[in-house]
C-alpha cells in the first residue's frame, strides 16, 4: 500500500472537498483544507479571517506569509504524525517549495499528489452549478469564476510540473459518478 501522506489536487470544482472526506475516513488521517480554515476564519470574522476574505471573494489566492504560516502551523500538531491529507494546499509553486521545508524540518514525508484531472468546460458548468446550491460567495459571480480558474492555470497547475519528477502524481480521471471517482482514488492505496 501507498503511504499515506496525500495531497488532493485539481482545479476549483473537480470535487476535492467531496472526495476529501471520504479519503479522510478510509485512510483515517486529518483532513486538512485550506478553503475551509479560511472559511472558518471568515465565519468568525478574525484578523486572517479579514485578510482572507479579500482575496478569496475575488477569486484569488490569499498571500502565501498567511497560508503557509497556517499550514505550517497545522502540520506541526501530533495528529499528522500518522499521515495527513491536505486539499486545496499548495497551490503555486513557491507554497510547494515551502511544503518541502515544512515536511522537511517536521521529519514527514510527501507519499501521493492526487491529481483529480477535469476539462475547463466541466469545471466552469460545476462552479456555476455550485453556486445555485451551496450560495458561496467565490462561486456566485462570472468574472470571480474566471478568475479562479486563470488562477488555476497559471498558478497552481505548474505544481503538478514540480511533483512529477519526485514521481509522486497520480493523476486520475475526475468525470464520473462521485462512487467511480472514489474508486479510482481507492485504487492507488491497494
Ligand atoms: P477552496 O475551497 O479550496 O476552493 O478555497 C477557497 C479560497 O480560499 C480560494 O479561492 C483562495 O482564495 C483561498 N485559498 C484556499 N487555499 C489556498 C491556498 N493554498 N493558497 C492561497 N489561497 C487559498
Same mark, same amino acid.
Given at each position: 500500500?501507498?503511504?499515506?501522506?496525500?495531497?488532493?489536487? @485539481?482545479?476549483?470544482?473537480?470535487?476535492?472537498?467531496?472526495?476529501? #472526506? %471520504? +479519503?479522510?475516513?478510509?485512510?483515517?488521517?486529518?483532513?486538512?483544507?485550506?478553503?475551509?480554515?479560511?472559511?472558518?476564519?471568515?465565519? /468568525?470574522?478574525?484578523?486572517?479571517?479579514?485578510?482572507?476574505?479579500?482575496?478569496? /471573494?475575488? =477569486?484569488?489566492?490569499?498571500?502565501?506569509? #498567511?497560508? $503557509?504560516?497556517? #499550514?505550517?502551523?497545522?502540520?506541526?500538531?501530533?495528529?499528522?504524525?500518522? @499521515?495527513?491529507?491536505?486539499?486545496?494546499?499548495?497551490?503555486?509553486?513557491?507554497?510547494?517549495?515551502?511544503?518541502?521545508?515544512?515536511?522537511?524540518?517536521?521529519?514527514?514525508? +510527501?507519499?501521493?499528489?492526487?491529481?483529480?484531472?477535469?476539462?475547463?468546460?466541466?469545471?466552469?458548468?460545476?462552479?456555476?452549478?455550485?453556486?445555485?446550491?451551496? =450560495?458561496?460567495?467565490?462561486?456566485?459571480?462570472?468574472?470571480? $469564476?474566471? /478568475?479562479?480558474?486563470?488562477?488555476?492555470?497559471?498558478?497552481?497547475?505548474?505544481?503538478?510540473?514540480?511533483?512529477?519528477?519526485?514521481? $509522486?502524481?497520480?493523476?486520475?480521471?475526475? $468525470?464520473?459518478?462521485?462512487?467511480?471517482?472514489?474508486? %479510482?482514488?481507492?485504487?492507488?492505496?491497494?
Amino acid at each position: 500500500m501507498s503511504g499515506k501522506n496525500t495531497i488532493l489536487f @485539481g482545479p476549483p470544482g473537480a470535487g476535492k472537498g467531496t472526495q476529501a #472526506v %471520504r +479519503l479522510r475516513d478510509l485512510l483515517d488521517v486529518p483532513h486538512i483544507s485550506t478553503g475551509d480554515m479560511f472559511r472558518y476564519h471568515i465565519k /468568525n470574522d478574525t484578523e486572517l479571517g479579514r485578510t482572507a476574505k479579500e482575496y478569496s /471573494n475575488a =477569486g484569488k489566492l490569499v498571500p502565501d506569509e #498567511v497560508t $503557509i504560516a497556517m #499550514v505550517k502551523d497545522r502540520l506541526s500538531q501530533a495528529d499528522v504524525k500518522d @499521515g495527513f491529507l491536505l486539499d486545496g494546499f499548495p497551490r503555486s509553486v513557491p507554497q510547494a517549495e515551502a511544503l518541502d521545508t515544512i515536511t522537511e524540518e517536521l521529519d514527514l514525508k +510527501l507519499d501521493n499528489v492526487i491529481n483529480i484531472g477535469v476539462s475547463d468546460d466541466e469545471v466552469r458548468a460545476r462552479l456555476a452549478k455550485r453556486a445555485s446550491i451551496e =450560495g458561496r460567495a467565490d462561486d456566485a459571480d462570472p468574472a470571480v $469564476i474566471q /478568475n479562479r480558474i486563470d488562477t488555476y492555470k497559471n498558478q497552481s497547475e505548474p505544481c503538478l510540473k514540480y511533483y512529477e519528477p519526485k514521481g $509522486i502524481v497520480r493523476t486520475i480521471d475526475g $468525470i464520473g459518478s462521485i462512487e467511480e471517482i472514489f474508486d %479510482r482514488i481507492k485504487k492507488i492505496f491497494e
